[in-house]
């Protein structure tokens, strides 16, 4: 039963475009991604065509930050601090798919890691706007520290 209803039928059902795992992803559709990781973990190719969907989407917003965040006129960065707040943003969202609806799993924590090394050494840049992220944190916090509102 499986082989006949899922197993034949389940790189439509990832791929679909109004109800597929991309949809489920943009919708923050968490239930809905955890009964179908349930569902095709059962299969023998399930999670791995669950988790090459995942990544495919995930190095499209990776890159569309990358690309939106790098370098702008004369080789000045657009702007650091959101850049990094926005690749921290999609990890937070990831780390939460992975928890609530992945229940975990070692095969997709580990795609989505790959996934973020991958993208985040498209711009080698990466490492200082890290630094002035870090230290325009540290900068604020020194701020609340010394000047309560």
């Known amino acids: 039963l499986d082989e006949e ?3 034949k039928h389940m790189l439509t059902i990832v791929e679909m475009e109004n109800s597929g795992v991309v949809h ?3 919708n923050d559709r968490v239930q809905d991604l955890r009964r179908l990781y349930m569902l095709l973990k059962r299969m023998t190719k399930g999670l791995p065509t669950m988790t090459d969907c995942i990544s495919r989407y995930l190095r499209r917003k990776g ?3 990358v690309s939106e965040g790098g370098e ?3 080789s000045l960065p657009k ?3 959101s850049y990094i707040q926005a690749l921290l943003d999609l990890k937070d969202q990831f780390d939460h798919f992975l928890l609530d609806a992945f229940e975990n799993d070692k095969t997709f924590k580990q795609k989505i890691q790959s996934d ?3 993208f985040l050494n498209l711009n080698p840049r990466s490492p200082e706007y890290l630094s002035l992220y870090m230290d325009d944190k540290l900068k604020k916090g020194m701020k609340l520290v010394f000047h309560p509102p």
């Open 5 to 7: 209803l899922i197993n």
């Open 24 to 26: 489920m992803l943009n």
């Open 63 to 65: 890159e569309q930050l």
């Open 72 to 74: 702008g006129e004369a």
């Open 79 to 81: 702007n650091p601090i």
């Open 116 to 118: 973020f090394e991958y």
